[in-house]
């Protein structure tokens, strides 16, 4: 995949890298950002894009996911925050995988901001959450017991549970 990102920035040097996905894929396509804004394969085509002083290179890089659970810690999160151009992570009401791994019990993961959380389901009442926090208790963290795993398969009017068969 690092190859094709490279082959393609270097045909196209401004363009910008957009990930997305939804639930694991949404997990892989925020590690994926973070790979892609601070890997060598992007450092070694620097000297032949253009620069936006004073951020980095690595600032062409977006991803928009849904559904997606918490990947590390808070350290993860400052990251995430500090290297990916724009991030946003959306929710729908009371799906309960973004809020996996639990907070407490030993677990210290957390989410980068910023939240998009989705109150029904067809994305017509929504909050763009705090941008500095990715755990902004006003919005799913909101929800004492956000349980619906039906909520989890619909994001803005869509079925996007895997009905793959086995």
């Known amino acids: ?35 892609f804004a601070t890997t060598e394969v992007i450092g070694e085509l620097r000297d032949s894009l253009p620069t936006y002083p004073p951020h980095p290179i690595y600032r062409k890089v977006v991803a928009y996911n849904f ?46 901001p910023t939240e998009v959380w989705f109150e029904d389901q067809n994305g017509d009442h929504f909050k763009v959450c705090d941008s500095n926090n990715g755990e902004d208790p006003t919005c799913i963290n909101s929800r004492v017991i956000p349980s619906f795993t039906e909520d989890h398969g619909q994001y803005l009017g869509r079925d996007v549970s895997c009905t793959c068969p086995l």
């Open 67 to 112: 559904g997606t659970p918490r990947v590390g810690d808070d350290g993860w999160a400052a990251l995430v925050h500090g290297v990916v151009f724009s991030y946003f992570r959306l929710t729908h009401d009371r799906d309960i995988v973004p809020m996996i791994p639990p907070k407490g019990l030993g677990f210290d993961y957390m989410h980068p």
């Open 1 to 35: 995949m690092h190859t094709f990102v490279a082959e393609a920035l270097a045909k196209y040097p401004n363009a910008t890298i957009f990930l997305t996905g939804h639930s694991l894929g949404g997990a892989l396509s925020e590690v994926y950002a973070v790979d």
